[in-house]
């Protein structure tokens, strides 16, 4: 397994150097909208600190995490009218992970509705803003 990358996109994007359409934010991790969505909705969740992955991340940064994967996921449920919810969490090459800061993705999924395939293509950032409001909502209300 290769060392933390500082200048991975998502490290960037904490640093504030390359936009995003945030959801939330508290003192420990961040969640905005995917550019290269599967589904309407679809959010990460990442922890401020770095980390490669689940193989590596210390379990204090996991464990605060998790807890806003939980949050996001639910808010996500709740903006988005969703009747269930995906979470995937990818790593190492091998196992799917393209960006080598752990993150969580949480997916909004209806009945007869498949995914979409993960970055073929980019979104609409006025859709992306559309969505991130719902959600925002959503997590103003409790969800």
Same mark, same amino acid.
């Given at each position: 397994m290769s060392a933390y990358d500082p200048n991975n996109i998502f490290a960037r994007i904490l640093r #504030?150097?390359?936009?995003?359409?945030? %959801?939330?934010? *508290?003192a420990d991790t961040v969640a905005f909208m995917d550019v290269m969505p599967r589904a309407d909705g679809h959010v990460l969740v990442l922890p401020k600190? #770095?980390?490669?992955?689940?193989?590596? %991340?210390?379990? *204090?940064?996991?464990?605060?995490?998790?807890?806003?994967?939980?949050?996001?996921?639910?808010?996500?449920?709740?903006?988005?009218d969703a009747e269930g919810i995906t979470v995937h969490q990818f790593n190492e090459p091998a196992g799917g992970q393209s960006v080598f800061h752990i993150h969580f993705h949480v997916i909004p999924r209806w009945d007869g509705v498949g995914l979409g395939h993960h970055a073929a293509k980019m979104a609409d950032p006025a859709d992306l803003k559309v969505h991130a409001e719902k959600i925002r909502a959503a997590l103003a209300a409790g969800a």
């Open positions: #504030g150097e390359i936009p995003c359409e945030k %959801v939330y934010e *508290d600190r #770095g980390a490669r992955n689940l193989l590596d %991340v210390p379990p *204090d940064v996991l464990s605060t995490l998790i807890l806003s994967v939980q949050k996001i996921a639910r808010a996500v449920k709740a903006g988005m």
